[in-house]
Every structure is written in C-alpha cells, then in structure tokens.
C-alpha cells in the first residue's frame, strides 16, 4: 500500500462553507434513480466510502436508505455526527481507512461521491479498494462511484488559482497538473476566524484574529479503460460507466464520470 493520503483536517473545519456551490440535491436524485434501477431497494442497507461531511449520506438516510459512512478524516466524521442535529435517521460514522475498511457484514450497495476514488493515487490502492468493496457487497450488489475526468483536471481546472473570501474564512486554491504522471495536486491555504472559549471585553474592541491553515491534497486522473482493467482484476463485473449527470456514454468534455460495477462469487467469500 502507498503512502497515506492526506486527510482532511484543518480544511474539515470550513468545508461545508466553501463546498456550498456543490449540487447535493442533483446528486442524491441522480443516485436514487441508479440505486432504483439496478434494483437496490429503499429500506436497504448502503455503504458511502469517503463520506466527509456526510452530506450525501444524510440525503441518502432521509430517502430511507440505511447507512454506512466511512471516512479517513476524524475531523469531518466529527461535523458528520455532531454538527446535523436536523438529521433523524441512525447513521453509522466509521473512522477508517479505504483502503482497509471493514464491515461487519454486507451492504447491498457501496457508493462513493465528490472523487473520493481519484485520491487513490497508485493502482495498487484501488485495486485494493475495488476487491474490498466485492467482498463487502451483498451477493449481486452494486458499486456506483464517480471519479474526475483527466480532462477536468487539465482543461478545467488547469495551473489555476482560486480564491475564496466569506465573512469569517478566506481560502486560496492553488492547483497544478502534472498529464505525464496524470497527478493533480491542490495547495490550500485557509485563513479562518480564530474562536476563542471566553470573551473579554476588550476583544470587543480589538479587529478579528486569524489562523491560517495549509494542507495539500494529490489526485490521480484515471481512463475509463484502466478502471475497466481494475475492476475485473478485483472480480468485480463492470456494468456501465455514464456521463456526468447523465445516462449517456461519456463525452470527451465530461469533468466527472460514473461507473456502476456489480459483486461477483469468491470461492473465499461466505455465502448464505
């Protein structure tokens, strides 16, 4: 296994402020009519790999879905379990790495958004992610994830840089493809609000404080063809991979993709 990806942390605390423009609702729909399609039932019970926030999986519960999250990063599980009180439904938060995940039983589907698959940045790794999820899927069930397109990274997003100003947080978004190794990296630097546990009166009257924050973040562009070569190997069938938001195959000018791949019999795996 490579090196450990990086995790959320200091950006886990203004995420959800910045990731405000991401189309959740689209997301859960276009989810739901897979999910519906490919015959997983509400009522039955999902697996999100790479859940951060929770913010699909809350969506996804409230359908009526049972869930399971899984994320490497304590600091966004704990804005998933502490900070949406709104949300009614048992969701259980497991702070584990994917690539070594485990279950205590099997899901009728593993799902996994917002390019959690891209930080797989070896083939080791998602070849290892791809044989884990075929052991944890009930026996004929699905695996829907999206993944970044190379043409995101390299027309879209590009030697970019993004900045961010919000009330209380500040953000600049450096980002650099390299196409020969097909690695994206961003750079964030974050300048937020300092809280303090306390107040004095004098804070009244003194400008607000900031603390910065720095992580840096790599992922891989994968083709549709190597994906298609991981999931065989992991025993997994490949069923279909669509255009963003769509039931098409793929354009050339696609930023994300989705790939639905169904569980196959292991001779090692414990069938009912």
């Known amino acids: 296994m490579s090196k450990p990806m990086n995790a959320y942390t200091g950006f886990a ?16 729909t276009y989810i739901k009519c897979m999910l519906t399609e490919y015959g997983v039932a509400q009522g039955s019970l999902l697996c999100e790999l790479g859940c951060g926030t929770g913010s699909m999986t809350r969506r996804l519960a409230e359908a009526g879905y049972d869930m399971i999250g899984i994320d490497l990063s304590e600091e966004m599980l704990d804005i998933a379990r502490y900070e949406h009180p709104e949300c009614e439904q048992d969701i259980l938060y497991l702070n584990q790495d994917m690539r070594e995940f485990e279950l205590y039983g099997t899901v009728a589907a593993v799902i996994s958004l917002c390019d959690s698959m891209n930080y797989l940045i070896s083939e080791e790794d998602l070849l290892q992610v791809f ?3 075929n052991n944890y899927l009930d026996p004929g069930g699905y695996f829907i994830f999206d993944m970044k397109t190379e043409y995101h990274y390299e027309k879209l997003m590009g030697n970019r840089t993004i900045v961010d100003n919000r009330e209380d947080c500040s953000l600049i978004w450096e980002n650099f493809y390299d196409k ?12 937020s609000k300092a809280e303090f546990e306390e107040e004095d009166e004098d804070e009244e009257d003194m400008p607000p404080l900031f603390e910065r924050m720095e992580e840096s973040h790599v992922q891989r562009a994968y083709t549709v063809d190597k994906i298609k070569e991981l999931l065989e190997k992991a025993g997994l069938e490949f069923v279909a991979v669509y255009g963003d938001g769509t039931k098409e195959a793929p354009k050339p000018e696609d930023g994300r993709i989705y790939f639905v791949a169904k569980e196959t019999y292991q001779e090692n795996k414990y069938y009912e």
């Open 13 to 28: 605390k203004v995420y959800e402020t910045f990731m405000d423009n991401i189309p959740y609702e689209e997301w859960t």
């Open 131 to 133: 044989k884990l999820v």
């Open 180 to 191: 020969e190794k097909q690695l994206n990296q961003y750079d964030i630097t974050i300048y």
